[in-house]
């Protein structure tokens, strides 16, 4: 579904149900600032509620720890399943 619609939208889905749709030109999160580049934000879609996250690290504590779900960020912000070339 998300590569049917990806092309109209403005800002573009990175990822996706619990970050497994395989985003394979922007598989990362910037965990902190670099620069002017913002940490990523992210948007919680959770039974008809909505959640905004300002930064990986407070949606990690906030839901995935919360639910028990597995970060797939290491560190860095490297999602675990890219690889490098």
């Known amino acids: 579904m998300l590569e049917k619609i990806q092309w109209r939208l ?13 985003a394979p030109d922007n598989p990362n999160v910037v965990v902190r600032s670099k620069g002017s580049e913002l940490p990523t934000r992210f948007m919680v879609f959770n039974l008809g509620q909505i959640g905004y996250y300002s930064n990986p690290n407070s949606l990690n504590a906030e839901v995935y720890k919360k639910y028990r779900l597995d970060w797939p960020y290491n ?11």
């Open 10 to 22: 403005k800002s573009p889905f990175q990822h996706g149900a619990q970050d497994d749709y395989n």
């Open 75 to 85: 560190y860095d912000g490297e999602h675990r399943a890219f690889k490098r070339k």
